[in-house]
């Protein structure tokens, strides 16, 4: 079955340390899409790439970064410079034809610093 | 930039009532729009969306909703709800004139079905 993967389902860290979270897809999707979800606040988007190798920042990037050196993986750090950083994070992907807008989220992690 | 209002953050209903979710957005130019679900703890799953054409949408688990331009409005009905639609709903929109695909949320809207 196609879909997106993203591990693990819940991650705890301490401050001040790094994080990388993973996003996997077979989808065969060009296009990949970070997302924050907050109680309350809908999804704000972080980073996005919609090619190998490129990648363009969301409405709140700073603190994080991310790498796409694969079509099917889009991994975002969570670094040490996000203020806030527990939240749940969703990953998404859509082709580029004519479905671009289209987009399939992966099941999330949530992530907790403390 | 395009905004999207989600006017109710929570929405009770009991069940097999109509219900009605409001989604109204920014801007007047051409727009896509698409509502979607959350369950608990779970990604996203696109309902339905809104691209060009009929103005009357249909979805999955007997949503629709229907596009109203000149009230910049993309309202969410079933008119029959289950226990099961209990969820998070997302109305987002997408500037089809962009070139990115990127989609702008709302806050959301809690629906909570009760026997």
């Known amino acids: 079955d196609g879909g997106i993967t993203q591990s693990p389902k819940y991650l705890f860290r301490k401050e001040g340390q790094n994080v990388t979270l993973s996003c996997e897809q077979n989808?065969?999707?060009?296009?990949m899409y970070w997302y924050r979800q907050d109680p309350g606040q809908g999804l704000r988007l972080i980073y996005y790439s919609q090619i190998v190798n490129d990648f363009q920042k969301g409405d709140i990037a700073e603190g994080y970064s991310v790498s796409r050196e694969k079509k099917e993986s889009f991994p975002l750090t969570v670094t040490s410079a996000q203020k806030n950083p527990t939240a749940f994070y969703l990953c998404?992907?859509?082709?580029?034809?004519?479905?671009?807008?289209?987009?399939?989220f992966g099941p999330g992690t949530r992530l907790t610093v403390t | 930039a395009q905004s999207v209002t989600q006017l109710d953050s929570q929405v009770p209903v009991f069940e097999e009532a109509p219900v009605e979710l409001r989604c109204n957005y920014s801007s007047s130019v051409s727009v896509y729009l698409f509502w979607y679900v959350q369950y608990p703890n779970q990604g996203l799953q696109l309902l339905l969306k809104y691209l060009s054409g009929s103005t009357l949408v249909k979805g999955i688990n007997g949503f629709e909703a229907e596009f109203n331009k000149s009230q910049t409005s993309f309202h969410l009905r079933k008119p029959s709800v289950h226990i099961s639609d209990t969820a998070e709903y997302f109305c987002a929109v997408s500037d089809p004139n962009s070139g990115y695909s990127t989609l702008t949320f709302g806050k959301g809207t809690m629906l909570l079905v009760s026997p």
């Open positions: 989808l065969n999707h060009d296009a």
């Open positions: 998404a992907s859509s082709s580029m034809g004519e479905d671009f807008y289209e987009q399939y």
